[in-house]
């Protein structure tokens, strides 16, 4: 059943976000937040909208959904700052524990970056390039501006019933693309949000030639995956708008590169993460966006001996024709960089007992063994394995 436009706005204020969220269609004209004043709800829909934000970011707290590390939020609101000094301290950035790419801004000024996000970029620049974009959404009030935000407002109203009952944050992090995601809002919005946040970049002196990239890491992962439905709110067409956008505004700037592209400064900040973020995005199977990552040519991507093993465990378990060699190459490659850790023993035992070499599966079996903690529950599935080879070895003579 299909619904006008008009109806499901009345349906939607009626019912779902009774007379609050001060949405196009529900309310009255919005203004934009005033730089060098006190940043503040300005009508009772927006003052709903901002309370349910904070009970939120509280229903956050306490779950275990958080990277709680007071250093790479410090970092991250370091940024903002410098993006948008006359709301400093308006706005709050902290890191979500889910490995999808995404990022959200809430309408109190909250903001909320994946560590799936952070594992993809690669520098400064591409980071404050997100910061300035989200920034944006809040500065302009994009989600109680925005009638496709009503959508996301219905959303809300699942979530929050979730969340606030004390139920905690669900397992599955979707629900939260119903909020604020990466393209969520109207094409108009996120042009705004891209050219006024371009503006901030380059003002704060970042190298805006950084800036498409950040959509590019997203479009590569969601062709890799063969993701068909929308990706949060983050659906491939508006990705792809993003780059165009920010190509654009590329071409069209006539002054110098600027200079802060700050790579080092982010590794230095996130390399734990970023790992722990590919580790998590390999135990929920999405080997094909991990290879698309990790093999990329035209990536430096500073995940050092450990995306080696990562690459080779995709390939490993994605098993492809071909994937065994690949998968080889990556754990020859880790190990020459010096990787020296139980569970790439365990993976290329793994993989030369699935071929059939079983001398080569029982030596990396016994390196796992004398590195592995007696505590390690994988222990005993390869001492199983080592039993089978034994087994093997002794039928084979006899």
Same mark, same amino acid.
């Given at each position: 059943?299909?619904?006008?436009?008009?109806?499901?706005?009345?349906?939607?204020?009626?019912?779902?976000?009774?007379?609050?969220?001060? =949405?196009?269609?529900?309310?009255?004209?919005?203004?934009?937040?005033?730089?060098?004043? =006190?940043?503040?709800?300005?009508?009772?829909?927006?003052?709903?909208?901002?309370?349910?934000?904070?009970?939120?970011?509280?229903?956050?707290?306490?779950?275990?959904?958080?990277?709680?590390?007071?250093?790479?939020?410090?970092?991250?609101?370091?940024?903002?700052?410098?993006?948008?000094?006359?709301?400093?301290?308006?706005?709050?950035?902290?890191?979500?524990?889910?490995?999808?790419?995404?990022?959200?801004?809430?309408?109190?000024?909250?903001?909320?970056?994946?560590?799936?996000?952070?594992?993809?970029?690669?520098?400064?620049?591409? +980071?404050?390039?997100?910061?300035?974009?989200?920034?944006?959404?809040?500065?302009?009030?994009?989600?109680?501006?925005?009638?496709?935000?009503?959508?996301?407002?219905?959303?809300?109203?699942?979530?929050?019933?979730?969340? +606030?009952?004390?139920?905690?944050?669900?397992?599955?992090?979707?629900?939260?693309?119903?909020?604020?995601?990466?393209?969520?809002?109207?094409?108009?919005?996120?042009?705004?949000?891209?050219?006024?946040?371009?503006?901030?970049?380059?003002?704060?002196?970042?190298?805006?030639?950084?800036?498409?990239?950040?959509?590019?890491?997203?479009?590569? %992962?969601?062709?890799?995956?063969?993701?068909?439905?929308?990706?949060?709110?983050?659906?491939?067409?508006?990705?792809?708008?993003?780059?165009?956008?920010?190509?654009?505004?590329?071409?069209?700037?006539?002054?110098?590169?600027?200079?802060?592209?700050?790579?080092?400064?982010?590794?230095?900040?996130?390399?734990?993460?970023?790992?722990?973020?590919?580790?998590?995005?390999? %135990?929920?199977?999405?080997?094909?966006?991990?290879?698309?990552? +990790?093999?990329?040519?035209?990536?430096?991507?500073?995940?050092?001996?450990?995306?080696?093993?990562?690459?080779?465990?995709?390939?490993?378990?994605?098993?492809?024709?071909?994937?065994?060699?690949?998968?080889?190459?990556?754990?020859?490659?880790?190990?020459?960089?010096?990787?020296?850790?139980?569970?790439?023993?365990?993976?290329?035992?793994?993989?030369?007992?699935?071929?059939?070499?079983?001398?080569?599966?029982?030596?990396?079996?016994?390196?796992?063994?004398?590195?592995?903690?007696?505590?390690?529950?994988?222990?005993?599935?390869?001492?199983?394995?080592?039993?089978?080879?034994?087994? %093997?070895?002794?039928?084979?003579?006899?």
């Amino acid at each position: 059943m299909t619904f006008s436009n008009n109806l499901l706005t009345a349906l939607l204020c009626s019912v779902l976000i009774p007379a609050s969220v001060g =949405l196009s269609g529900c309310s009255t004209t919005i203004t934009s937040h005033t730089a060098n004043t =006190l940043v503040e709800p300005a009508s009772d829909g927006e003052n709903r909208l901002w309370v349910r934000s904070v009970k939120f970011d509280e229903a956050l707290e306490k779950s275990d959904s958080l990277y709680r590390n007071t250093e790479q939020e410090a970092y991250l609101n370091s940024i903002l700052d410098k993006l948008f000094p006359e709301f400093k301290g308006a706005m709050n950035a902290r890191i979500l524990k889910a490995p999808i790419l995404n990022a959200m801004a809430l309408p109190n000024g909250s903001i909320y970056i994946n560590s799936g996000l952070l594992a993809v970029m690669e520098n400064e620049a591409q +980071l404050a390039t997100i910061l300035a974009h989200e920034g944006e959404h809040f500065v302009q009030k994009h989600g109680p501006k925005k009638r496709e935000h009503l959508i996301q407002a219905a959303g809300w109203g699942m979530v929050g019933g979730v969340l +606030l009952a004390g139920a905690g944050i669900p397992a599955d992090l979707a629900t939260l693309g119903a909020i604020s995601s990466i393209s969520g809002y109207s094409r108009e919005a996120e042009s705004e949000a891209d050219n006024f946040g371009y503006e901030r970049l380059k003002k704060a002196g970042y190298e805006v030639q950084e800036a498409p990239k950040v959509f590019n890491h997203m479009i590569r %992962e969601i062709e890799a995956e063969e993701i068909k439905q929308p990706y949060f709110f983050s659906t491939h067409p508006k990705l792809k708008d993003r780059v165009t956008n920010f190509e654009s505004l590329n071409n069209n700037d006539t002054s110098a590169h600027h200079k802060i592209i700050g790579e080092t400064q982010y590794l230095d900040h996130f390399s734990e993460l970023r790992i722990r973020a590919l580790k998590a995005k390999l %135990e929920m199977g999405q080997y094909k966006a991990l290879i698309a990552l +990790l093999s990329a040519e035209n990536t430096s991507n500073g995940y050092g001996n450990m995306g080696d093993f990562i690459l080779a465990e995709s390939y490993r378990l994605r098993d492809d024709e071909g994937d065994s060699k690949l998968a080889r190459d990556a754990f020859s490659s880790a190990k020459k960089a010096g990787l020296n850790i139980p569970s790439m023993y365990k993976g290329i035992g793994l993989l030369e007992y699935k071929s059939g070499n079983g001398d080569k599966a029982a030596n990396a079996f016994e390196s796992y063994l004398k590195l592995a903690e007696q505590s390690d529950p994988e222990r005993s599935f390869i001492q199983m394995y080592m039993e089978k080879l034994t087994k %093997e070895e002794y039928e084979k003579f006899n």
